[in-house]
């Protein structure tokens, strides 16, 4: 099952700073679920200035409850980087998986 997750970061001065702590240790998560499948795609969300504000991952689960699972081990969710998290069910077309 696929599913859209939106993480929001946080506003204060702080936020930027807790994302780039994060960072790596998203990324090496994303690249560990990429090879097992689970991560199609992700993009940044700007503002008007073009700075990031979260993000939008595109992920692939069994069931809801094992995307549950990853989001406690999550970098942005463990660092509290996103404070506010959307999880749509979505269906990705075959034409954009290869």
């Not at 970061?9 to 090496?28: M, Q, V």
Request: hydrophobic residues 40%; proline residues 4%; negative net charge.
């Amino acid at each position: 099952m696929q599913f859209i997750v939106t993480g929001y970061d946080g506003t204060d001065e702080a936020a930027l700073e807790r994302r780039l702590a994060a960072r790596d240790e998203h990324i090496k998560l994303m690249d560990y679920m990429k090879k097992e499948k689970k991560f199609l795609y992700a993009a940044a969300i700007l503002d008007d200035n073009e700075k990031m504000i979260g993000s939008i991952l595109i992920v692939d689960f069994p069931t809801r409850e094992e995307l549950d699972e990853w989001l406690k081990i999550e970098p942005y969710v463990k660092g509290d980087v996103w404070k506010e998290i959307e999880v749509k069910s979505c269906k990705v077309p075959p034409l954009f998986l290869s």
